[in-house]
Each structure stands twice: as structure tokens, then as C-alpha cells.
């Protein structure tokens, strides 16, 4: 299991940026899926962005798309999600995840909140 420690997340304008980081450690993820969702209050959670570790194809929720850019660094071990053009629906508790045979390794979240 993967240990995932996300950050970067706080308050930010309208048509504001923030980059999303998570950490992940405990295992290599050659064969891992690793994605973003979020979590509004009220609200079910919701998918936003994957990539593969190991090809880097991604692919984006419609809600997002070309507004957000979702990335990895091997050598650091890390998933960036570079959001663009917030909007305040984009406000919520976003979460790292990793994927195998499901998604089953979740970071705690970092909460985004879009508002003037």
C-alpha cells in the first residue's frame, strides 16, 4: 500500500491558480494509476484527474478539462495537480489516490476553497 501526503491546498480568488502536490511513498508505482478527486460539502465524491506512472496518459473529468493539468515526477515520487481558472463549484477537500486493482490508497486531503 502506498502511503499518499498531499498539500498545497488554501484560498484563492476566482480565475486564481493552485498546484496540488502529493507525496507518495511506501511503494513503487510502475504499475499505479494515480488520480485526484474532491470532495464539496454536501456533496459525493467526485473524480478529477488520473495519469499512469509508468506511460503518463491522462485524462480529466469535462468539469476540469482545460482548466487543470495533471502531472508526475518520478524521481520525486510525486503528483501535481495544476489548477487554473478556479471557479468557486471548484471549491472542496481534494484527494490524492492510487490505483490498483482499484482505488485503494487515499491521502487525508487538502481543503481548496475559490472565493473573493
Known amino acids: 500500500q502506498a502511503q499518499l501526503v498531499e498539500s498545497g491546498g488554501g484560498l484563492v480568488q476566482p480565475g486564481g491558480s493552485l498546484r496540488l502536490s502529493c507525496a507518495a511513498s511506501?511503494?513503487?508505482?510502475?504499475?499505479?494509476?494515480m488520480g485526484w478527486f474532491r470532495q464539496a460539502p454536501g456533496k459525493e465524491r467526485e473524480f478529477v484527474a488520473q495519469i499512469t506512472w509508468s506511460g503518463g496518459s491522462t485524462y480529466y473529468a469535462d468539469s476540469v478539462k482545460g482548466r487543470f493539468t495533471i502531472s508526475r515526477d518520478i524521481v520525486k515520487n510525486t503528483v501535481y495537480l495544476q489548477m487554473n481558472s478556479l471557479k468557486p463549484e471548484d471549491t472542496a477537500v481534494y484527494y490524492c489516490a492510487g490505483h490498483q486493482s482499484g482505488w485503494r490508497d487515499w491521502g487525508q486531503g487538502t481543503q481548496v476553497t475559490v472565493s473573493s
Open positions: 511506501g511503494r513503487t508505482l510502475n504499475s499505479y494509476v
